[in-house]
Every structure is written in C-alpha cells, then in structure tokens.
C-alpha cells in the first residue's frame, strides 16, 4: 500500500520499501523540459550536525548515519551542508580537531561519497570569542578543509546528468578585532557560478548553500520588527544569487543555517531548508523540527523529497536548563495543539 507523505514524514521510512515513494513536492511544474537524457537515483541532504561529544551528538550523528543506511532507496551520495563539526569559531584549536575528526568519521560510516559545504562554525576563530591568536596560520576555513581533505570551498560535480553545485556562503572580512565573515556569496563566486551554470546548460541542477536566500522568521513568527535583512540568518546578496538562479533555471537551492524546514518556490526555482541532523543543538527538536535530514529522488529531470526525522532522544548535561524548558514548552504546545484539534473536529465551540 503507498504511503502518504505524512506517513513517511512520521517515521514510516526507514528502511521500508516505501522510502522509494516520491513525496508531493515537485520542482518539475510548469517548467520547460531539458534536452538531458538524466537518470533516476536518490541523494540526501544532511546539514547542521555538529558533531560534538557533547550531549552525546556523537553518537546521535551515527544514529542518524545508521537511518541513512537504512533506506530503501540507497543514495548515490549525500550534500553536506555546512556546520559539520561544533564548533570552530570559539573552541580551541585540540577540540575543534577533535569535532572535525568525529564529523568524518561518522561520515566516512554513511559508505556512499559524501560532498562538504562550508557552514559559519567550520571556520576557525571566526568569532570575537576566538580561542585562537588572530594571526593563527589555521585561522579561518583551512583548518578543516586540510583535515577534510577538501580542496576548493565551492566547486560543482555531475552525476547521472545531473548537475550538482556546492556554494560558499561564509565570505571571510576582517572585523574590527579579528577576522570575521559576512553571509554572502560574493562577485567573484557568483561570476564563477554564472559560467558554471552556462557551461552545465541542459543538465538539471541543484544548488547547496549553507546560509539561506530565505530564511523567514520574522513572517513565521510574526514579528514586524524583525528585518528580513538583519543579522546573519540570510545572505546579504541574495538577490544577486537568486538572480543567477533563476536566469539558468535551477531546480532547488539546499539550505542550512536555521535549523528548521522551510519550503520556498519562487519564479521557478524551490528554496529548501532542511531540518538540522543536530536537531536543536543536540537538545531535540528546534522549533518543532525534529533531528533529521532531507532525501531527494532525481527521476528524468524530475526533483522530489522527504524530510526524514531519525529516532534520536536528547541527552541533556547537568547545565542545560535553558534546553530543559525550551523542551517542556515545545512539549506544552504539541499537547495543546492535539487538545484544540480534538476540541475542533468535535465541534464543541466555547470548550
Ligand atoms: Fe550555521
């Protein structure tokens, strides 16, 4: 029997035959078709795991490595996008070693061929709280790329004619006490990503970035004093990249970042931000996303997908209070949530 989508988001997935189920997202609609010969095979899109020993999040990145695993639809590879070890920017240079060496080992278990993106917290000492002198040869984003292996910050690859790009969205300044980034993508990136697209012309393709071109908090919760451009929650040019997006006809851009799911589409093109495998830090669910991940199914030139939660239960530290209630309260709110709807659907108004 087919699943729903719903069925699927709650748990039905894992390694059932129904992970093969397409879900109701399409990036095809209303889109003209490529001349491209494209396959069908599957990917995921695992970002913001922060991999730490802390609260355990080690042993839940495998937890989540094992649900993977599990799927019935194996993927070819998977996009990793960004804040892949907890955390570079105000840890010393020994612990942040350590996160990144717990990062590719749970990684290397996923057995498929997995693709970096940078995230803010890759970079060493990018904080004014760095534990790291200013002048550290490490400092900034070749600490982890030499430890990856990782050779250039955005690059793009191929495969089953399919077109696949990973952007850099932590664009390194020097602040006024140290080096710093702006979330931004960058002319010299954009032009570089403007030829990529020409020269890929007839492939479908996918983008990733880690920090988002949407990101809509204040709408979600809102909030009209929050500005959509404030703070570090979405690129500062993400008109200019949209842009480029658009004029080429990408299907989808993967984001990070915010640690919650969001879906976007605008003229044409699908603005994805997948729940953080981390979930809330290590702390559960954030924002009523629960710790999980997205898988894609690629099929002709077709794009859908499933957001996977995966069974993980935090395991708090003495210290977290401000977890402790931020989860009674989640908790509070799904349970009034299940009472008004029970009140809803048994029309009793005024109960
Ligand atoms: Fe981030």
Not at 161 to 166: E, L, R
Not at 325 to 344: G, N
Request: hydrophobic content about 35%; aromatic content about 10%; glycine content about 10%.
């Amino acid at each position: 029997m087919p699943l729903s989508r719903r069925e699927f988001i709650t748990g039905a997935c894992a390694g059932a035959a129904a992970a093969c189920i397409p879900g109701e997202r399409r990036a095809d609609a209303a889109e003209p078709k490529t001349a491209t010969s494209a396959g069908s095979f599957s990917f995921v899109h695992l970002t913001d795991m922060h991999v730490t020993p802390k609260r355990k999040g080690d042993v839940g990145y495998h937890k989540c490595v094992e649900s993977v695993r599990a799927l019935a639809c194996k993927p070819a590879f998977a996009l990793m996008g960004g804040d892949l070890a907890f955390d570079g920017t105000y840890n010393t240079k020994a612990d942040f070693a350590e996160f990144i060496r717990l990062y590719k080992e749970g990684s290397d278990g996923l057995g498929i061929p997995y693709y970096n993106c940078m995230g803010n917290h890759d970079a060493l000492g990018f904080s004014s709280r760095r534990k790291v002198p200013v002048d550290d040869p490490d400092i900034g984003k070749k600490m982890i790329m030499d430890r990856l292996g990782w050779e250039k910050s955005y690059y793009s690859f191929d495969h089953g004619g399919w077109h696949f790009v990973v952007l850099d969205s932590i664009y390194p300044i020097q602040g006024k006490d140290g080096p710093t980034y702006e979330p931004r993508i960058g002319p010299e990136q954009r032009e570089w990503l403007a030829y990529d697209l020409g020269a890929a012309a007839g492939s479908p393709t996918v983008a990733v970035t880690h920090i988002a071109a949407f990101c809509n908090r204040g709408q979600i919760n809102g909030d009209p004093n929050y500005k959509a451009m404030d703070g570090s929650m979405v690129l500062w040019d993400t008109k200019d990249l949209r842009t480029v997006l658009e004029r080429h006809k990408v299907k989808a851009l993967l984001q990070g970042h915010s640690h919650r799911i969001e879906e976007y589409r605008l003229s044409g093109v699908w603005y994805l931000t997948s729940a953080a495998v981390s979930g809330a830090w290590w702390a559960g669910s954030w924002i009523g996303s629960p710790p999980g991940y997205t898988v894609f199914h690629c099929r002709g030139d077709e794009l859908t997908w499933e957001h996977v939660p995966y069974p993980w239960e935090p395991h708090l530290e003495p210290e977290d209070a401000i977890e402790r209630k931020r989860i009674a309260e989640q908790q509070a709110f799904d349970e009034e949530q299940r009472r008004l709807l029970e009140r809803d659907r048994a029309g009793r108004r005024g109960a």
